[in-house]
Nanobody, 115 residues
Framework: QVQLVESGGGLVQAGGSLRLSCAASGRTLSSYVMGWYRQAPGKERELVAAIRWSDGNTGYADSVKGRFTISRDTSKNTVILQMDSLKPEDTAIYYC????????WGQGTQVTVSS
């Protein structure tokens, strides 16, 4: 089992920044891919960004490329999503995910971007 706890959501004006953190515990993450997903009201959950724990290789959804940055702190078992130039359409609940043979989810954190 992997336990994931997100933090850092909140309310911000368009053009602002937020930093989300996901603290992981319970398993060694060396084989895992860590991801940030989001789900807006009435929409499907979508992948925003992912990072391979072993080598730090990253990937992003087209909608956030150049604005969001995913990183990991191996000393703290934490995944960070730095979100800059936020837009109202980024408003959603953001979920942390750990995926290897199984998939684990955090409880989610609300991000609201006002226009």
């Amino acid at each position: 089992q992997v336990q994931l706890v997100e933090s850092g959501g909140g309310l911000v004006q368009a053009g602002g920044s937020l930093r989300l953190s996901c603290a992981a515990s319970g398993r060694t993450l060396s084989s895992y891919v860590m991801g940030w997903y989001r789900q807006a009201p009435g929409k499907e959950r979508e992948l925003v960004a992912a990072i391979r724990w072993s080598d730090g290789n990253t990937g992003y959804a087209d909608s956030v490329k150049g604005r969001f940055t995913i990183s990991r702190d191996t000393s703290k078992n934490t995944v960070i999503l730095q979100m800059d130039s936020l837009k109202p359409e980024d408003t959603a609940i953001y979920y942390c995910n750990a995926r290897y043979r199984n998939s684990y989810w955090g409880q989610g954190t609300q991000v609201t971007v006002s226009s």
